[in-house]
């Protein structure tokens, strides 16, 4: 009888100790979530900002030395993360191929121009800083035309401030419900104990001596649920560095480290001081307020 009811008492303490554990991973790993996409937001943005092409066409007249003097004035600007030359003949091939027919064979020649595609750096993706590019181009006397989508910039720009100030907002949220939902699961496992607390300070044990155990168990279950929220959060940006190569996320593994850190921190700080204040309040209870 005996055996039985202490094997129901293991199983009960394990699932217990299994609740709480699953619980504190949950929230941990998803505030890891939410600090790696915020180290990363910046990148994000600057990779979708320098996807905007501006295209530079040059005039029919110009010589091949023209525009060499061209693609080494962009080698050496400031401004300019890459450009790529593409010749009217390669122009008129694409676009051959995107309509699926030779529309040279129409118009008996190639009307396209030959061209520069050049891709800026993600600082200077805003309306006043292409417009003085687009003048220093337009200003070569070879330049026909500079085409860039100007409504997209100006999107763009609007749109990543509005999703920083909610990302902001959003983050000081979850942060406090992560600390909440941690704290009401120490809380929970203590409470199941509390008759245990009062029992040992009715023999006469410490404050200091009650609260021992109960901290340390804590911490190592914080720890353990801080452990599998790492592992988690690193399982999930080799996921995406492997899909999704372009991004770089592992490019920042000072800040990657100091995110899985600070997830490892969380987990043994919360739960010490959960546990602590806790305890505390049962130890500072009556016994009769127990029931």
Do not use: C
Not at 87 to 97: G, L, M, S, V
Not at 195 to 212: E, L, Y
Not at 251 to 280: C, D, E, R, Y
């Amino acid at each position: 009888m005996s055996s039985s009811f202490e094997k129901f008492q293991k199983r009960r303490l394990i699932s217990s100790y299994f609740s709480v554990v699953l619980s504190m991973f949950l929230v941990l790993f998803l505030l890891g979530i939410l600090g790696l996409f915020i180290i990363n937001s910046k990148k994000l943005s600057d990779d979708f900002k320098e996807n905007i092409v501006m295209t530079v066409f040059f005039k029919n007249e110009a010589t091949d030395s023209v525009t060499s003097a061209f693609a080494q004035e962009l080698k050496i600007a400031k401004f300019v993360k890459s450009s790529e030359f593409v010749t009217k003949e390669q122009a008129a091939k694409q676009h051959t191929e995107i309509i699926g027919e030779d529309f040279m064979t129409f118009l008996g020649a190639n009307p396209l121009q030959n061209s520069f595609d050049i891709h800026l750096k993600a600082d200077y993706i805003d309306l006043p800083n292409i417009r003085k590019i687009e003048s220093r181009f337009r200003a070569n006397e070879m330049v026909a035309d500079v085409v860039y989508d100007k409504q997209l910039v100006s999107l763009v720009n609007d749109n990543i401030n509005k999703v920083s100030m909610w990302m902001l907002i959003v983050s000081g949220i979850l942060a406090l419900i992560a600390i909440l939902l941690i704290n009401s699961s120490m809380r929970l496992s203590i409470y199941s104990n509390r008759f245990i607390i009062k029992t040992m300070q009715m023999v006469g044990a410490t404050k200091s001596f009650i609260r021992k155990p109960f901290i340390w168990r804590s911490i190592r279950l914080g720890f353990i649920a801080a452990v599998l929220a790492v592992l988690a959060l690193v399982g999930t940006l080799m996921y995406v560095d492997n899909n999704f190569p372009s991004l770089d996320i592992l490019g920042n593994p000072a800040m990657i480290a100091a995110v899985l850190g600070g997830v490892l921190a969380v987990g043994i700080l919360l739960s010490w001081i959960s546990t602590f204040f806790a305890t505390q309040r049962y130890l500072n209870l009556r016994t009769d307020d127990l029931y």
